[in-house]
């Protein structure tokens, strides 16, 4: 199973594929999609093209977007919920089933305690996904999301079969 994971930006919108076989999992690819300042609407257009033209061109199975937390600046906070309604709509558009995941979540998922710093999270990444070379922090979080929904999904998987 292909999962991309998006990590939500409005100037950096990370990205990350990878392959999840059972419990292993492979880099497949990564990358940014930068958008320039300016009017907001442009903006979130081309964070919209360029997510579906990576989602067109990888054929993800799945996709995993990182939620925001809300902090002091209401404003900043505001953008950035629309930054990640645009890294929603176009998995969405596509037909993906998507996780949505606390920063937390992921940290703790990847690293082991929920409050890792973004180079705990930079170094297991490269541990359970050897080789890869990230396009920059916003990508490396985006497969630390998807590494999380892989993990998500082989647990779900090992449940249903201890139910049937």
Not at 88 to 111: R, W
Request: proline content about 4%.
């Amino acid at each position: 199973m292909k999962i991309i994971g998006i990590d939500p930006g409005l100037r950096n919108m990370g990205w990350g594929i990878i392959a999840a076989e059972g419990s292993r999992m492979r880099h497949i690819a990564n990358g940014i999609v930068h958008s320039e300042t300016g009017e907001l609407g442009p903006r979130l257009a081309a964070l919209y093209r360029g997510l579906c033209a990576i989602i067109a061109e990888h054929r993800p199975d799945a996709a995993a977007v990182e939620q925001t937390f809300v902090n002091k600046d209401a404003v900043g906070t505001l953008k950035l919920g629309q930054a990640r309604g645009i890294a929603l709509l176009a998995p969405a558009e596509a037909g993906l089933e998507i996780g949505e995941y606390a920063p937390n979540a992921v940290k703790k998922t990847v690293v082991g305690v929920g409050h890792a710093a973004k180079e705990q999270i930079q170094h297991m990444v490269r541990v359970m996904l050897p080789g890869v070379d990230f396009a920059g922090p916003d990508a490396a979080d985006a497969l630390a999301v998807a590494i999380c929904h892989a993990h998500h999904l082989q647990g779900r998987a090992l449940r249903v079969k201890a139910t049937a």
